[in-house]
């Protein structure tokens, strides 16, 4: 157990990195679960918050939501050069089929601003807990 | 609550994954072969090549847990394998080796992993570490400039989704028809440099997307470029036959996969498998899994053989850009010609023997490499008396070998052998305990050279963060699954 920030915590796995998000709401946790994955590739507080980047996610239950969700954060950088600095307006909807997850990333497309020290391949179902609380803990390991 | 009767998701006491861990019952059948008997809903036993010291760290995590859960897939052969660097993975452990039936099988993106052909190109040359010693540092800066690593870090050009269908239709075959290397290449790649059954229609707009910027890169993480030297040769035979002929001899290593495009593939997968198949009964998510004659099974093996082909052009082009530097650095590029570039994540259709009867099989390495022995036609002709070319590497700094392929591989794994050092220590503990920069002049001492994008990567990549690649290797000799024939010692570290 190391590397406590306020919203999620960074635990011990050998090959990847895995870590617990919180929040009072799923929507908080999951915010915080994506300031977790960006962690480890740049540092979101010394990313400028000078764009937008709108996501519309759907999924068939929680945990896919929760992959594509954190995934898109790793497509916008390598698409888009977008580096991700917080997580705004997060809603999460329950609809036919499964969730809607709608929020705006902030950040910049700048990457050549800043130092980007690490790379996330995947965001991976191993291991993986939801627990709905409240308060919530989201469990997620990602390839690196 | 707004959540609470949508899931019973469990508390997070219980994703504990250390307490709770099963005992396994282990037989130990000779000083390094462990056997998981068939318990449950295993369909077949599962076999850990391991030394003592190799087993300790493997009981550790869940890597025995992950070999059996494999053993319990539909239509799964003989035994499910565990390479000796084995570790725990996601769903198939990392060094898993495990073959399906046609007919009956499966085929499952996590038994393959995330970075679809992840591989390594070795070329080998007609220099000496005397010819270099003075120039070792400008070719490592040389190279840095024309191979584009690190993170975000884009490839040279600036690709059209047509041009890049044909890339993956095509693999190396396409770095060679532009320029990048010669035919002899890809005689001396596995497939020869393409998987004939790609098919880049499947391949989606997120993963062709990833791929555009990053062909010609080598990307972070374990990934590294080195210039070698041969520190010692175990079978002048063999190595006579792969074109290594004395120590001190310079080498080339190039370790990388797919990038983005390749972990994009198998994230669709994983989702479109869900989304057709469910989840339910899987122990692991990450086990999901398509039969391999489903039209979706068919469709992740043609995809996946794309990916693989983008890695393989990938590869082509930073040994093209080595060579250039060589060329220009040490005025000629002298007998660099390629040993072999192996894949170490894949899925491939091959014939086995089950029950004395030959029968195709969807054999899937996540995390080992191909170690077919001599006669098997998959092998380039020129090695085909010997058995193929296996190359591992180390870890960062560290020695990295040459094995052949057995015979007895075939029998004992499915024709497979390690394919590295293996992770010991998480990048966290390797960051709170080592720095960057002082890796750089620890291993300068030792006479290597050392570049990165990241200081903090270095670190996290510390040797010490690793097993011990040479107890690896030792035991893969020593079962029979890959025979030494020589070690490589790293002068200069390209590092993503």
């Known amino acids: 157990m190391e590397k406590t920030t306020d919203g999620f915590r960074f635990l011990e796995h050998t090959a990847d990195a895995k870590f617990q998000a919180y929040g009072r709401t799923l929507e908080e946790a999951f915010a915080n679960a994506a300031l977790a994955v960006a962690s480890l590739m740049w540092d979101p507080a010394e990313i400028e918050r000078n764009l937008d980047h709108p996501v519309d996610i759907r999924g068939r239950d929680l945990e896919q939501l929760l992959v594509r969700f954190l995934g898109e954060i790793i497509y916008v950088f390598e698409t888009r050069r977008f580096l991700a600095a917080g997580v705004d307006d997060l809603t999460i909807d329950r609809e036919d089929g499964g969730f809607r997850l709608r929020a705006v990333f902030r950040g910049d497309d700048k990457p050549e601003k800043y130092v980007v020290f690490g790379e996330v391949k995947a965001v991976t179902y191993n291991e993986m807990g939801i627990d709905t609380g409240p308060p919530v803990t989201i469990q997620v390991v990602v390839d690196i | ?496």
């Open chain 2, 1 to 496: 609550m707004k959540w609470g009767s949508i899931r019973a998701h469990p508390s997070p006491s219980r994703w504990s994954s250390t307490s709770e861990r099963m005992l396994m019952e282990l037989l130990k059948k000779s000083d390094f072969i462990w056997e998981i008997p068939k318990q449950g809903d295993m369909r077949v036993p599962a076999t850990l090549y391991a030394s003592a010291r190799l087993l300790e760290s493997v009981r550790k995590d869940k890597t025995l847990e992950q070999a059996r859960n494999v053993a319990c897939l539909p239509g799964i052969q003989r035994m499910s394998y565990v390479m000796p660097d084995g570790h725990q993975g996601y769903g198939f452990p990392i060094g898993g080796v495990a073959a399906f039936d046609m007919e009956e099988g499966i085929i499952s993106p996590g038994g393959v992993g995330y970075d679809i052909n992840c591989g390594v190109r070795l070329l080998r040359s007609d220099f000496t570490e005397q010819d270099i010693d003075r120039k070792r540092k400008e070719l490592l800066t040389e190279i840095f400039k024309e191979v584009p690593a690190g993170v975000g870090k884009g490839g040279i050009t600036k690709l059209s989704k047509s041009v890049l269908k044909d890339i993956l239709t095509r693999g190396a075959e396409w770095a060679v028809d532009n320029g990048y290397g010669t035919p002899d290449d890809l005689l001396m790649t596995e497939e020869n440099g393409r998987m004939k059954n790609a098919a880049a229609g499947h391949i989606s707009d997120r993963a062709l997307e990833r791929g555009i910027p990053q062909l010609g890169t080598l990307g972070a993480g374990n990934h590294f470029l080195e210039i070698q030297k041969v520190a010692e040769i175990y079978d002048p035979e063999l190595a006579r036959a792969f074109g290594i002929a004395a120590r001190g001899q310079v080498m080339v290593m190039i370790h990388c996969g797919s990038r983005g495009l390749g972990h994009q593939v198998a994230s669709d997968y994983i989702e479109l498998m869900e989304n057709t198949f469910g989840t339910k009964g899987l122990p692991d998510r990450e086990l999901i899994n398509a039969p391999v004659r489903s039209p979706l099974g068919r469709q992740y093996y043609e995809s996946m053989c794309a990916a693989v082909n983008y890695a393989f052009a990938n590869r082509q082009m930073i040994a093209h850009w080595v060579r250039d530097v060589f060329a220009k650095v040490m005025g000629s590029a002298r007998g660099m010609r390629q040993v072999y570039d192996v894949c170490h994540n894949v899925a491939k259709i091959e014939k086995h023997v089950i029950d004395g009867k030959a029968r195709d099989l969807c054999v899937h390495r996540k995390g080992a490499t191909r170690s077919f022995g001599p006669g098997r036609g998959e092998i380039p002709e020129a090695y085909r008396s010997k058995g193929q070319p296996v190359i591992i590497p180390g870890s960062m700094g560290t020695a990295s070998y040459v094995l052949a392929g057995t015979a007895a591989a075939e029998e004992l794994s499915f024709g497979s052998t390690a394919h590295g050092a293996g992770r010991l220590m998480s990048r966290h503990e390797a960051l709170r305990r080592f720095r960057g920069e002082q890796i750089r002049d620890e291993l300068r001492k030792k006479g290597i050279e050392l570049q990165s994008t990241s200081w903090k990567g270095v670190a996290e990549e510390a040797s010490a963060a690793y097993k011990d690649v040479d107890e690896v290797v030792r035991v893969s000799h020593e079962i029979g699954i890959g025979r030494l024939v020589a070690r490589v010692v790293p002068v200069a570290v390209m590092k993503g």
